[in-house]
T-cell receptor, first 117, second 116 residues
Framework: DAGITQSPRHKVTETGTPVTLRCHQT?????MYWYRQDPGHGLRLIHY???????DKGEVSDGYSVSRSKTEDFLLTLESATSSQTSVYFC????????????????FGSGTRLTVV | GDSVTQMEGPVTLSEEAFLTINCTYT??????LFWYVQYPGEGLQLLLK?????DKGSNKGFEATYRKETTSFHLEKGSVQVSDSAVYFC???????????????FGTGTRLTIIP
């Protein structure tokens, strides 16, 4: 599905360097999310956005920041990467519930595998 | 807060076996419930959903029934195939009570392997 794309797909970076991951959508969905996936933890929410310039923290937001200057783009930045941030990062989008009778769930990107060495 | 508890994996079955993956939840009110599937190297895909008690979600031969009395949403399939090998995630979304309250809470996932 081309509705949501993540870049890069793979990245290796050194401890202490800044890293930015990009999520781009063509669905004009209001909500965008960043999750990380780690063995034994499932998916954990890092940050989410409910509109342009409107963002909020998730359960594991320490060490991460986000920005959303356009509806279609949601950026995740690791200000100073650490080895504990080695993970697979997923972006997701969703429609606003008022646009449909029930919440339909998320559409996920293919993920970014980040390794911090 | 809301939480989802999934059957621990990994689960290994022979082709054509019956599958059950257990999922129970803790939430106030009537959340919406989901099953997502993740194939190797890919993102999660919505498999099925149910939005109210006693609803049955179904897709690709998989089924799950929203049981309010047992707070469960177990995933079942009558005859699994090798192509069903994947990681399965149970998730919930809170009832619509607040503007913007759309966040999903996921279980830890269950890895399923089907052997020929």
């Amino acid at each position: 599905d081309a509705g949501i794309t993540q870049s890069p797909r793979h990245k290796v970076t050194e401890t202490g360097t800044p890293v930015t991951l990009r999520c781009h959508q063509t669905e004009n969905h209001r909500y965008m999310y960043w999750y990380r996936q780690d063995p034994g933890h499932g998916l954990r929410l890092i940050h989410y956005s409910y509109g342009v310039k409107d963002t909020d923290k998730g359960e594991v937001s320490d060490g991460y920041s986000v920005s959303r200057s356009k509806t279609e783009d949601f950026l995740l930045t690791l200000e100073s990467a650490t080895s504990s941030q080695t993970s697979v990062y997923f972006c997701a989008i969703s429609e606003h519930r008022l646009r449909s009778a029930h919440f339909g769930g998320y559409t996920f990107g293919s993920g970014t595998r980040l390794t911090v060495v | 807060g809301d939480s989802v508890t999934q059957m621990e994996g990994p689960v290994t079955l022979s082709e054509e076996a019956f599958l059950t993956i257990n999922c129970t939840y803790t939430a106030t009110g009537y959340p919406s419930l989901f099953w997502y599937v993740q194939y190797p190297g890919e993102g999660l895909q919505l498999l099925l959903k149910a939005t109210k008690a006693d609803d049955k979600g179904s897709n690709k031969g998989f089924e799950a029934t929203y049981r309010k009395e047992t707070t469960s949403f177990h995933l079942e399939k009558g005859s699994v195939q090798v192509s069903d090998s994947a990681v399965y995630f149970c998730a919930l979304s809170p009832p619509f009570t607040n503007f913007g309250n759309e966040k999903l809470t996921f279980g830890t996932g269950t890895r399923l392997t089907i052997i020929p």
